[in-house]
């Protein structure tokens, strides 16, 4: 069974940081892309990040390029990201989802965590 | 950035009725276009893959169709199960945008 498990959510002040972790398991993790996306509540789907499984290329979101950063651990099996410079518009449920290619493209989110909630706020 | 539109944003239906929700593409997307399900409190699930592939699991009712730009998501046959919010999403390019959401309420 695909599990995924987010983790690292909570309240961070404006301008501050936060790492998001998703802890995956049921396969094998370095053959698939990885993506985050994120709910603000009571809103859409958002596409965050996405990192390769077959070189670690990373794409990003206009709205998050040169704050965060995204990155895996293939030896860990587990995903990260890298949340700085954050702002109240990135108060959000971060999911964690798992494409079934292994490249940024041209797939599917076949598995999704359950999600972690980030507060930006003073 | 390829744009998503969906319509409507929000529907009212009963049980049993049959239900279209289209997705319209900013650019010729081909086939990639994936539709998700989310009901309230819980991750999104994939429902259907490249337009009109069934994921494993999901029940018949459930149809895609279209290809370029134009897409639609059929529920022949409601069941209470089905209220929920359902996503459309292109990955043709990056960034794998989402469309805005459409609400299945009562």
């Known amino acids: 069974e695909v599990l995924l498990l987010e983790s690292g959510g909570g309240l961070v002040q404006p301008g501050g940081s936060l790492r998001l972790s998703c802890a995956a398991s049921?396969?094998?993790?370095?053959?698939?892309?990885m993506t985050w996306v994120r709910q603000a509540p009571g809103k859409g789907l958002e596409w965050v990040s996405a990192?390769?499984?077959?070189?670690?290329?990373?794409h990003y979101a206009d709205s998050v390029k040169g704050r965060f950063t995204m990155s895996r651990d293939n030896s860990k099996n587990t995903l990260y990201l890298q949340m700085n410079s954050l702002r109240a518009e990135d108060t959000a449920i971060y999911y964690c989802?798992?494409?079934?290619?292994?490249?940024?493209?041209?797939?599917?989110?076949?598995?999704w965590g359950q999600g972690t909630l980030v507060t930006v706020s003073s | 950035d390829i744009q998503m539109t969906q319509s409507p944003s929000s529907l009212s239906a009963s049980v049993g009725d049959r239900v279209t929700i289209t997705c319209r593409a900013s650019?010729?997307?081909?086939?990639?276009l994936n539709w998700y399900q989310q009901k309230p409190g819980k991750a999104p699930k994939l429902l259907i893959y490249?337009?009109?592939s069934l994921q494993t699991g999901v029940p018949s009712r459930f149809s895609g169709s279209g290809s370029g730009t134009d897409f639609t998501l059929t529920i022949s046959s409601l069941q209470a199960e089905d209220f929920a919010s359902y996503y459309c999403?292109?990955?043709?390019?990056?960034?794998?945008?989402f469309g805005q959401g459409t609400r299945l309420e009562i």
């Open positions: 989802a798992k494409d079934v290619v292994p490249v940024i493209s041209k797939g599917w989110f076949d598995a």
């Open positions: 049921g396969f094998i993790f370095r053959a698939y892309a």
């Open positions: 990192i390769s499984g077959s070189d670690g290329s990373t």
């Open positions: 650019q010729s997307i081909t086939s990639y």
């Open positions: 490249t337009a009109s």
């Open positions: 999403q292109q990955t043709y390019s990056s960034p794998q945008t």
